[in-house]
């Protein structure tokens, strides 16, 4: 089973839609969740971390679920500027400190 | 500003030769990563650094290596016994402690081997 796991996608979806992503970890232990953006041929960059009792940010809301070991992104409304791949990262509390999904990749279609 | 450099941003390697990424940052941050990044595929960790004169292999070492004299500057080399190092190619650095994991990255170097 691999440390973190996401549906890959690809997600399209029209202008001003919901949708939501989900990723899952294996370690109990892990301590820290983000979520992170990358655009295509770029390098990641921090969308959200992920707190215990949920957070929001604009129309972009995170939740951690830890008896079930996932998080969740949910975008309200999207945005074609929205387009791009999210990667679930998870700090397992180790020395390597981050460990990436292979990413969902998001189309809003106009 | 501070943050990370990586250069070049394209490369191209002939068959059988040595390369060497540059990675710098002026964040005065402890931890420093490598990753290497396929189409389609998510991010695999090649090596890491928690502290200067010290690194550990990742998930896919071989064929790389690198090292940590400065804090500032972590050098990822690509080896010839790398088969297929066709890639992008991440570096990133952290602050270090379980409070300060955010990370932020270079942008990346390109490699296409020729």
């Known amino acids: 089973r691999k440390e973190v796991e996401q549906d890959p996608g690809p997600f399209n979806v029209p202008e001003g839609a919901t949708v939501a992503f989900n990723c899952t970890y294996s370690?109990?232990?892990?301590?820290?969740f983000f979520w992170y953006r990358q655009d295509c041929r770029k390098e990641p960059k921090l969308l959200m971390s992920?707190?215990?009792s949920g957070n929001e940010d604009g129309r972009f809301t995170a939740q951690l679920n830890r008896a079930s070991q996932y998080i969740s992104l949910l975008i309200r409304d999207s945005k074609l500027s929205d387009s791009a791949t999210y990667l679930c990262?998870?700090?397992?509390?180790?020395?390597?400190?981050?460990?990436f999904g292979s990413g969902t990749q998001l189309t809003v279609l106009p | 500003d501070g943050g990370i450099t990586q250069s070049p941003k394209y490369l191209f390697r002939k068959e059988g030769q040595n390369v060497t990424l540059s990675c710098e940052q002026n964040?005065?941050?402890?931890?420093m990563y490598w990753y290497r990044q396929d189409p389609g595929q998510g991010l695999r960790l090649i090596y890491y650094?928690?502290?200067?004169?010290?690194?550990q292999k990742g998930d896919i070492a071989e064929g790389y290596s690198v090292s940590r004299e400065k804090k500032e500057s972590f050098p990822l080399t690509v080896t010839s016994a790398q088969k297929n190092p066709t890639a992008f190619y991440l570096c990133?650095?952290?602050?270090?402690?379980?409070?300060?994991?955010?990370?932020?990255f270079g942008q990346g170097t390109r490699l296409t081997v020729v």
């Open positions: 990133a650095s952290i602050r270090g402690g379980p409070q300060n994991t955010e990370a932020f």
């Open positions: 992920v707190y215990s």
């Open positions: 370690n109990s232990a892990s301590q820290s």
């Open positions: 990262v998870v700090n397992p509390g180790s020395a390597r400190q981050l460990t």
């Open positions: 964040l005065n941050h402890d931890a």
């Open positions: 650094s928690q502290i200067v004169n010290d690194f």
